[in-house]
Nanobody, 119 residues
Framework: VQLQASGGGLVQPGGSLRLSCAASGSIFSIPMMGWYRQRPGKQRELVASITSGRSTSYADSVKGRFTISRDNAKNTVYLQLNSLKPEDTAVYYC??????????????WGHGTQVTVSS
């Protein structure tokens, strides 16, 4: 299973970005998908997650500004980042809990995509 992330970049404070992450390979279903970030000098932290039933969860720091969504048919998760702040600058990683068969669920990570918020 591979996760391919895209959509990072440089944006001014108050701006928006949309991240995408597509999973491919031997996939029966993906019960959970999420986005994490690692800010400079900080540990990796959960930003948002979404179940296959589209139940969502957000870190307090991004509630009301970021929106996670997914397209189950495309095995793709999205993160819409609005009202960006300099403190949102980080490498963003997607993660998927993938069910390959009835018994097996494994976690996979995508490569990071850099988001820089600066004027």
């Amino acid at each position: 299973v591979q996760l391919q992330a895209s959509g990072g970049g440089l944006v001014q404070p108050g701006g928006s970005l949309r991240l995408s992450c597509a999973a491919s390979g031997s996939i029966f279903s993906i019960p959970m998908m999420g986005w994490y970030r690692q800010r400079p000098g900080k540990q990796r932290e959960l930003v948002a997650s979404i179940t296959s039933g589209r139940s969502t969860s957000y870190a307090d720091s991004v509630k009301g500004r970021f929106t996670i969504s997914r397209d189950n048919a495309k095995n793709t998760v999205y993160l819409q980042l609005n009202s960006l702040k300099p403190e949102d600058t980080a490498v963003y990683y997607c993660k998927a809990a993938v069910r390959a068969d009835y018994y097996t669920v494994s976690d996979y990570w995508g490569h990071g995509t850099q988001v820089t918020v600066s004027s």
